[in-house]
């Protein structure tokens, strides 16, 4: 079993910067795929960004140029970058992680592939 705990989100003001972390807990974590996935007000979840066990990235097209996903096998662990962040980027952010071969269209599924999720944290961003 798979435990996710994230952490790092608050408010923010536009153009401001935040960095979430997650550790993984309970598996092998350097097999695993980690993502992130957000969830506004009224919205649907949306894929933000992924990396695989080989360190291979993939972004959503909204984000890309302005979050960075990275992860460190030795602290079980996966952060996401946020800059210039805009009004339009506050949500809840969670977590993902499964032990298939993930890839970009992962995050065009709405996390179906995932079968571990954190409980996610809060990013606000006012204007």
């Known amino acids: 079993q798979v435990q996710l705990v994230e952490s790092g989100g608050g408010s923010v003001q536009a153009g401001g910067s935040l960095r979430l972390s997650c550790a993984a807990f309970?598996?092998?974590?350097?097999?695993?795929?980690m993502g992130w996935f957000r969830q506004g007000p009224g919205a649907g979840r949306e894929g933000v960004a992924l990396?695989?066990?080989?360190?291979?990235?993939s972004y959503a097209e909204s984000v890309k140029g302005q979050f960075t996903i990275s992860r460190d096998n030795a602290k079980n662990s996966v952060y996401l970058q946020m800059n210039g962040l805009k009004p339009e980027d506050t949500a809840m952010y969670y977590c993902a992680a499964d032990f298939g071969e993930c890839g970009g269209s992962w995050l065009g599924r709405g996390g179906i592939d995932f079968a571990y999720w954190g409980q996610g944290t809060q990013v606000t961003v006012s204007s």
């Open positions: 309970g598996m092998i974590y350097s097999s695993l795929c």
């Open positions: 990396i695989d066990h080989g360190g291979r990235t």
